[in-house]
T-cell receptor
């Protein structure tokens, strides 16, 4: 079965500094990969996704993630963070094989805290 | 497109009581999912509907849990004889086709 590991439970960073949130998944022939963001007392919002094609995917608010098949990783990066980026970030995987794409498997989350 | 909605947003109940949550997916989305999220953890898959058919259930969904989607539109999740361990955020998501899911705001359940 698929599993997702987010290596950091909390990441504190100063405003305008770069940040990387790490995500590794268990090996599979092919997967779909996602990053979701959750603000306090809200549901999950899709930040970006990798389904196929270019291994570097970008969001509209400056985040990017790179799919690395050999290292089974999908790390999230932003070159300069803002206070408003403070939130919980979840990495998720969906296995398109055997109909398994019906469900998402999530990591435990990384709390990004941006300080002024 | 009004998004996925869930009702109620918060529910406080006493141990042993039954509770029911409702999820309204995005219009015309044929797939609907329920997840449970406990404090400090990521969401865990509970069950999945395609139209009105419940196609997959997690082992997390004990006999006290039941979910329905009678007309292939809204869905309900019922928990009977609630236990303190049921306290969590219950999230609903929907999708049209493929793996991209849209989440609702969740229902936070507190069992006293």
């Amino acid at each position: 079965a698929q599993s997702v590991t987010q290596l950091d439970s909390q990441v504190p960073v100063f405003e305008e500094a770069p940040v990387e949130l790490r995500c590794n998944y268990s090996s599979s022939v092919s997967v779909y990969l996602f990053w979701y963001v959750q603000y306090p007392n809200q549901g999950l919002q899709l930040l970006l996704k990798y389904l196929s094609g270019s291994t570097l995917v970008e969001s509209i608010n400056g985040f990017e993630a790179e799919f690395n098949k050999s290292q089974t990783s999908f790390h999230l990066r932003k070159p300069s963070v803002h206070i408003s980026d403070t939130a919980e970030y979840f990495c998720a995987v969906s296995d398109p094989g055997t109909g398994g794409y019906n469900k998402l498997i999530f990591g435990a989350g990384t709390r990004l805290a941006v300080h002024p | 497109d009004t998004g996925v909605s869930q009702d109620p947003r918060h529910k406080i109940t006493k141990r042993g009581q039954n509770v029911t949550f409702r999820c309204d997916p995005i219009s015309e989305h044929n797939r609907l999912y329920w997840y449970r999220q406990t404090l400090g953890q990521g969401p865990e898959f509970l069950t999945y509907f395609q139209n009105e058919a419940q196609l997959e259930k997690s082992r997390l969904l004990s006999d006290r849990f039941s979910a329905e989607r009678p007309k292939g539109s809204f869905s309900t999740l019922e928990i009977q004889r609630t236990e303190q361990g049921d306290s969590a955020m219950y999230l609903c998501a929907s999708s049209l086709e493929g793996p991209k899911q849209f989440f609702g705001p969740g229902t936070r359940l507190t069992v006293l």
